[in-house]
Every structure is written in C-alpha cells, then in structure tokens.
C-alpha cells in the first residue's frame, strides 16, 4: 500500500479529541507530511494546522485527503459526501480507515475515475490470511496492552521504537491500525479481520526477524473492554510477546463511553495479561507500565509514575513526557 503525501487532515464535524486519534496521530509523528486541516460546521477539533479547503490544499501541494475521525459506528456520514467529492475533483486522493469502504458513497468513486484521483481503505485487510500457527519464531517482540482503548498504545510503540532506534538497537514499529498504518507506510487494520484470523494477521504483521531485531506492536483494545476484547486477545496470542507494555490513564475512572464498566487496577490488568500472553509464549514478562498524563501537571504526573512503578515494580514512564532509558533497559534485560 503506498500513499501520497502530503496530507490534507479531514476533522468533519467532531468534538471529541478522543474521536480524532487519526488526526493527533498523524500531526504528531508525520508533521512534515501534514499540509493543513478541513472541518465542517460544527467542528472543535483544531489541530493547529493552517484551515484549507480541498482546491486550497491541492493548490499548496496536497496529494491525499485522510479522514482523520471517527464516527460513531466508523461508518461515513451522508453529509461529508459533498466535501470528499469536491476533494477528488481537485486532485485528491481519499485516504480512509473507517469501516464504510470509500467507493460505497454516493458518486465518489466515478468522480475520481473522472478525476484519476484514488480511493484509499486502510481498512481493508488483505486477502487470503492465514490462520495462526502458534509456531514461535526468531526475532524479539513487545506488545503494547491496556486497561483501556485510546489511552496511549500507539504513542508508546512509536516512542519506544524511535527510542531503541537511537540507542542503536534493530527496532520497528509494527501498525496494528488504521493510524499506524498511515504513519508506517504498513500493517494490518487488525479489527478489520475475520475473527478466527486476528491471531494470524499478528503472526504476518510481525513475522521472522533477525535474532537480536525487535518489533514494537501496536495495541489495540483491551481485555477489559466488553466490545473490543476479541481483538485484542487474537493479537496478543498472535504477537506472541517476550514483553509487555501495560499503558493506563491513571485519571480514568470507567471506560471511556462505557460508564458501566470500571477501568480495573494495575495489577489486575498485569495478571490477566500475562496469562492470556503466556498461552503463545511462556516467558513472555510484564517490562513496564506507560501512563499517560497529557491531562496532569507535572507534580502531579510524577506522583502517578512513581505510584505506578512501585505497584507493578517496572520502569514506569508516559511516552511523550520523560527518559525512556530504564524501560528500553527493561525490555532488552
């Protein structure tokens, strides 16, 4: 899959950052390719980047317009119709990791036949996946695991593997979603799998490697979570991780949009990991536990930490906010 870049980011009408992991995504580890940001009435989202139309982008050098996020439903909108059409009549092509494939909106896909501009599903997996062997293989693998969805997975195996990188060490990070992909340039929307083929795509994502090479896997679910923890089993068997990065927001309380559902203690969630982690690879051992305190003082987010490493006795860190030397020394120990 090879996507043109620059990127023109596509916010709709969203309100809720949580809904918009695509586009923070994007800006944050792919700055340089992110030309500016659309929206529609309504919209709060504000990535900081200049507000352009589609002509406006393709103008500047935009080459692809990304739907950066998230409906509910991952399903696409009626009313974004128009704006998407207007972006393949300038040239664009759409870039989508919703679960509605782009040609299914109504006279998108003959007004980029017309236009030559592309229709993009990050989504769609490939054909033909295998089913899982179980078969260990060579190569070393840390997988990132939560008490919650959208709390920090994908930042701390992008930190993680730029910070093994520049100690020297053979890393990589391993898209497990439709961000991660569009970040790598590869990977498999693993929750767009059929289900008895999840631990099988893991296996392909992360597949036979030099013996000293180490694969940073992006997390996606959690074990905790009434909706998604089918996904998130079938990767973890998949990955079949010597290591295990637990990430928590220590200010969550329930499940984001699941009030029902208490987010569980730290040493729960190390437990019922590292069983599950075991099934595939029994030395498979908790390195440490990533907090994510965007929302903390720094006082405040040094508490956490210290608290945190002390009840699970790892390195504790947040991706985006300290030194990453004692956790990159916990997974190569």
Known sequence: MVLHMPYLLFLGEETNPLKAKTAFGLRDWSAPDCIGQTRLPGGGIDLGLPEMDPAA?????????VIGVTPVGGRIPAHWGPLLIAAVEA????????????????????????SGARLVDVRRPPDNLPRATGKRRSGKRVAMVG??????????ALALARAMRGQGVDADFRAT?????????AGIAVDAVIADFIAGAAECIS??????????????????????????????????????????????THLVSWPDYPVPGLAVARDLYLQAARL????????GVSLNTSA???????????????????????PMRSRLDQVVASIMG
Request: overall charge negative; hydrophobic content about 45%; charged content about 15%.
């Open 207 to 252: 597949p036979e490697a030099a013996p000293e090479h180490w694969d940073l896997i992006e997390g996606q679910g959690s074990l905790f979570h009434p909706a998604y923890a089918g996904v998130t089993l079938g990767l973890l068997h998949g990955s079949q991780a010597d290591g295990l990065i637990l990430c928590h927001d220590p200010l969550r």
């Open 177 to 185: 979603g439709q961000t991660g992909i569009m970040i790598a340039g």
């Open 91 to 114: 040239g664009l092509d759409i870039v989508s990791g919703l679960h509605t494939p782009l040609e299914l909106v109504p006279g998108l896909a003959s007004a980029a036949a017309h």
């Open 296 to 318: 903390m003082d720094d006082a405040a987010a040094q508490e956490a930490l210290e608290r945190a490493g002390r009840e699970l006795g790892v390195p504790a860190f947040d």
């Open 57 to 65: 982008a393709a103008a500047a050098g935009a080459r692809s317009l």
């Open 147 to 156: 008490t919650d969805c959208a709390l920090g997975k994908k930042y701390t």
């Open 280 to 287: 595939t690879n029994p030395g498979a051992r908790l390195v």
